[in-house]
């Protein structure tokens, strides 16, 4: 536990009188790649909504890169480093892919170095070939390598992947893991939420596992496997 | 007709489209980052146009050049632009969480501000503007002679489609604009500041609203009623185009140009009907307009905006009631011959108020164009009472059945759409009731109206009368309040809250909304009966704009999310506008600040409170 880019401690949200976080904490190292699993309606989008802004944080604090950043405009939270990769991607249906790219991006914050268009299109080929096209003809594939490379244009220091492998098909959610590896490789921290057990070992080294709104499991990746009671209590369906 | 005529007409009907365009290509634009529907719009063009014509005839003193003319004409749209700017920092920034309608009524506040502040500055006389230097002169066309201006103002609406579109697609300003039309919240959580981005937009927008109105001067004498003529227009040609899309007004500017400029030619009597049936014709063809796309859900409101609870009448509450009507009807017997009037009113207003809220709160149906049913319900019983020599009795009865028939020919298009669309519809349909009322001189007296419209002689005293309304309207708003609680009413909220899970569990939701519509058009149009016969005249502005926003701003001072919000709404409106009309002449910018101080304290009106007060909030 040595240095964390984001601690979430006993955070509390909902969406109007529905209570849908009760206290959820958790933490993720910098580099590091952790995993937020849960079945539909856990409450896993919701947490990475809170952390994100996008949702009122009705108690708790989360700390990120040395700030406290519950209840920032989204805006400042993207601006302190920290990005987002929605669930049901979001992509700017009328707008091209570099323009789409060209929403997200936000100057470096020194270090590591900026991500360009042309690095981008370098890790998804893809998208190169579509550059001057309309987002709005991509296929879902398609459509979740933008949202991803649209979120690294803002040369963030820790991503909120929700969901990433979420109706893919099987070689694009190879496609995806690679994706998270690679930004690992680049010192990008991710926390990403999950259903898929496959894709949450294939990536991260950090599970928790969240059920009605708070944490129910936390520990490494491994633990989490050796755990076939935590695994059929609260993941399988 | 000859061919040069023909072409002279069109030519005349682009240049009319190329300077809508830029007026509707600035409301579209700031439609679709903020989602605010900017009545205040047409307040900026004529702001646009005053501030020319003072300015250009100053730096005429200079020069009479065509440089300094048009330096003018950018410098004032400069200015309005800044003023866009000042209205976005202290008003609309206040207002991007609260429901639509109360953003529509805002803008509507400063519409009326400003009509004031210009009538303070400039005075109520109209205003010539200076010619173009260089461009007085007409061409020679096929035979005809057209002025030269109007030539130069056919190229401005593609010059400034053409530029827009340079700023929005090579741009970074551009491409998050069209970014954040699409998903403004998703642009937030990739590190744009929007609060930048609404400001830089509401300058564009009220730049061209300001160049619109600029370039007018030469055409057409400046006035305080430039406004509200020209937002209904702009509105027209935003929702035909598609909310939020610029080609999309540029297309609808050039067709409503060309329908104006021959329509006036085949049919002369109903020039302004015409533009509405376009407007209503599209609308039930493609709902979004013929370029728009439909409303992505993502960053509304997750909570409907109406009556959540319908809670029986308590003790407490029952003895407010009885108060109130015991009140009501001691008016005549304590009061003298004004405070009788004025509870007759009040008592009217509160039926037409109670049935706009039966739509809004309860039936997410947001009309604004209700004072078309009061209206037309009052023109039912003034003609029969005038024309057709009927007694009061039947055209009393006529009045709800008036506002209940068009209110079903209306409805039957209007609740095919929902949200913004729905409302300019509604507003569409007003405005066409109004131009029928307004240009069919011979059966409703035009602008002047027809007067005697007199109660039978037993009902001829003031105080006789204010029973009749009371018995009306006391019962009429019992009636509907009983079909809120019944089935009926809880079905509606259903259809609002989710149409297509009410119509999943096998509700015919479309159906229940038109009859509700027909139901609360019938109200109105009592209502609109009763206040025709307390006047003893009807005219236009029973069915006009202002009017609609009255009733709309009594359900939100009351409280939309209240069953009875409506009635004290009504009450404490009416009481308010009585008070500031004669006491100054300025009541239109005290009105519009209410209106606006309202919006921004009180968002949950006079019934919220209440409940919060109860505990029952």
Redesign the interface.
Known sequence: MADPVLEVSGITAG??PAEVLFGVDLTLERGAVAALMGRNGAGKSTTLKAI???LPVRGGRIRFAGAEIANW???RI??AGLG?V?EDR?I????TVA??L???R?AARGGRPPWTPERLYEIFPNLAEMRGRSAAAMSGGEQQMLTIA??LM?NPDAVLLDEPSEGLAPVIVELMAEAVLRMKAEGIAVLLSEQSLDFAAAVADRAYVIERGSIRFAGSMEALEADEAIRTTYLTV | MDLGFLLVQSLSGLASASSLFVIASGLTLVFGVTRIVNFAHGSFYMLGAYVAVTLVPWLFEFDRSPLLFFTGVIASALVVGGLGVLMELLLLRRLYKVPELFQLLATFGVVLMVQDAVLWIWGPVEISGPRAPGLRHGVEILGQRFPAYELLLIGVGPAVLGLLWLLMHRT?FG??I??A???R??????????ALLFTGTLFLGAFLAGLGGALQIPRVAVSSQMDLSIITEAFVVTVIGGMGSVPGAFLAAVLIGQLNAFGVLIFPKITLVLVFLLMAAVLVVKPWGLLGRPETA?GRA??PEGILATPRFGAWEKAIAGLAIAAMLAVPVLGDGYAVKVATEILIFALAAFSLNFLVGNGGIVSFGHAAYFGLGAYAAGLLVTKAGLPMEPALLAAPVAGAAFAALFGFFVVRLTGIYLAMLTLAFAQIAYAVCFQWVEVTGGDNGVVGVWPSDWARSRAVFHYLVAACCILGIWALRHVVYAPFGATLRAARDSEARANAIGIDARTHRWLAFTLAGGAAGLAGGLYAFSKGSIDPTLLAIPLSVDFLAMILLGGIQTVMGAVAGAAAFHAIKDFFMPLTDHWRFFLGASIIALVLVFPRGLGGAYGALRGRA
């Open positions: 969406y109007g994100m802004g996008l405009a989204p805006y993207a601006r987002y929605p979001r700017f249906t009328d707008l323009e789409n060209e929403v997200g936000r649209r979120t803002g | 970074r491409i998050l069209r970014a039309t699409r998903d919240e998703m642009v937030g959580a990739l590190g744009v500041n929007q993502a997750a909570l």
